[in-house]
């Protein structure tokens, strides 16, 4: 597998590949701001690379440097609750945003490069059933594959502009870049905004969404304008279900929604369903999906080489999602087999939460309960029993200081 930023870069140099904010970034441009990011780094020995990056151009710049210096990444979330992930791989963080300039002045680094499709390409992760977090190994041609994967679904054209607001350090966020190289399409990125929404597809004239959703729900009740979003060619969603309301909603508004279904460990979606013509997942090209003692298993060229230092996958992989399948191949998710909830798009372990919350010297227990919700599907709410007194405010500062916002149960009682 050949350099393709490096070749865009000399034979379409002003070809437009990114646009951030008021920014055009040129395959020339990127291409420079790689070579010059590789001068930063090339001093670091080890080859997985531990980095742990904001800012999303910042971001891509490092990944694709640390991969042209034949190098791996493994790409920490922002999180508060960062030790639980350096603490599974034993690799530090060695590059953040300050490491990093964006300079797009012409180098002369340029050089054949050449990848073994098979090599792990980059390291990124997931939750586990116990909620410690897990490495995902995702090879070149895991992530290539996925990409044409959904060329299958969507048929790509070089007249596409993608909306990238998913984080960058899930699999989400990232897997769209990489359609956008290998299927030669235009990618924006800027931040999630329900207000904005309208604004950000007239001003970067978008023709697919990546959601989640919760951020179709925010956006119905931020603007009920949505005549941009059903002129889009599609608006992918994924991470959790949809509940009957935003379905009639979709309906309503003749929105092309395509629902999916994929995971970190699967470089996102292996499967999906058209909202409004069916109601059941069906496997993608490649991909093929079975029951095992009730628990689905995906085998797929997109599975991912394995989770760092543990045995290989074979490109095949059981799931925690507890599910059906027909006779005609399409297949439900029926629920979750391991202890955990996918509220917003993210999964969350109960267990986890409830084990640091009664870490917590003022806590003598901690009782979840999973409750519907509009916006995120579900979340969880927690009765609490304390040894000493702790107020609401202060226990809620200190999970905002030690857990992501996601995890942090939306009511808390104190008894």
């Not at 034979?11 to 008021?22: G, R």
């Not at 999180?79 to 590059?95: A, G, Q, R, S, V």
């Not at 964006?102 to 792990?120: A, C, P, R, V």
């Not at 709410?381 to 999970?399: F, G």
Request: glycine share 4%; net charge positive; hydrophobic share 35%.
């Amino acid at each position: 597998m050949i350099d393709i930023i490096q070749q865009r870069g000399q034979e379409k140099p002003n070809q437009i590949f990114i646009k951030h904010k008021d920014l055009l970034i040129t395959y020339k441009k990127f291409n420079n701001m790689i070579s010059n990011a590789m001068e930063s780094i090339h001093h670091i020995k080890l080859q997985h690379i531990g980095i742990q990056i904001h800012d999303k151009i910042k971001l891509l710049i490092t990944i694709n440097a640390i991969n042209r210096l034949n190098k791996i990444p493994i790409i920490y979330p922002c999180t508060p609750n960062i030790k639980d992930y350096t603490n599974e791989t034993n690799i530090p963080i060695l590059i953040k945003d300050e490491d990093i300039i964006i300079n797009d002045d012409d180098n002369s680094l340029n050089t054949d490069i050449e990848y073994n499709i098979h090599d792990t390409q980059l390291v990124i992760f997931t939750s586990g059933t116990t909620g410690k977090p897990k490495a995902c190994e995702l090879t070149y041609n895991n992530i290539y594959q996925s990409a044409l994967i959904w060329h299958d679904i969507i048929h790509f054209t070089s007249k596409d502009i993608y909306l990238n607001h998913m984080p960058l350090t899930h699999v989400s966020g990232l897997c769209i870049f990489y359609r956008a190289l290998y299927l030669n399409f235009i990618m924006a990125i800027d931040n999630f905004d329900a207000i904005k929404y309208n604004d950000y597809i007239k001003k970067y004239n978008i023709t697919i969404i990546s959601m989640v959703p919760s951020m179709l729900h925010k956006i119905v009740h931020a603007n009920r304008n949505l005549n941009l979003l059903k002129n889009m060619k599609v608006i992918i969603m994924g991470g959790s279900n949809i509940n009957n309301n935003l379905i009639e909603i979709i309906n309503t508004y003749q929105l092309p929604v395509y629902m999916s279904y994929g995971m970190t460990e699967t470089c996102s979606g292996i499967a999906g369903y058209w909202v409004g013509y069916a109601n059941k997942y069906s496997p993608h090209n490649k991909v093929n999906i079975n029951v095992e003692k009730s628990y689905l298993s995906i085998e797929s060229p997109t599975v991912m080489k394995g989770y760092l230092n543990q045995q290989q996958t074979n490109n095949k992989i059981k799931t925690h999602d507890i599910g059906t399948i027909d006779d005609k191949n399409t297949f439900q998710v029926e629920r979750r087999g391991d202890g955990t909830i996918i509220s917003g798009g993210e999964n969350i372990s109960i267990q986890y939460i409830q084990k640091h919350i009664e870490k917590y010297p003022e806590i003598q227990k901690c009782t979840l309960k999973i409750v519907p919700d509009q916006e995120w599907g579900v979340v969880l709410h927690a009765l609490i029993k304390c040894k000493n007194s702790i107020n609401n405010n202060d226990l809620l500062k200190k999970l905002k200081k030690n857990l992501p916002h996601y995890m942090i149960p939306k009511r808390i009682t104190i008894q």
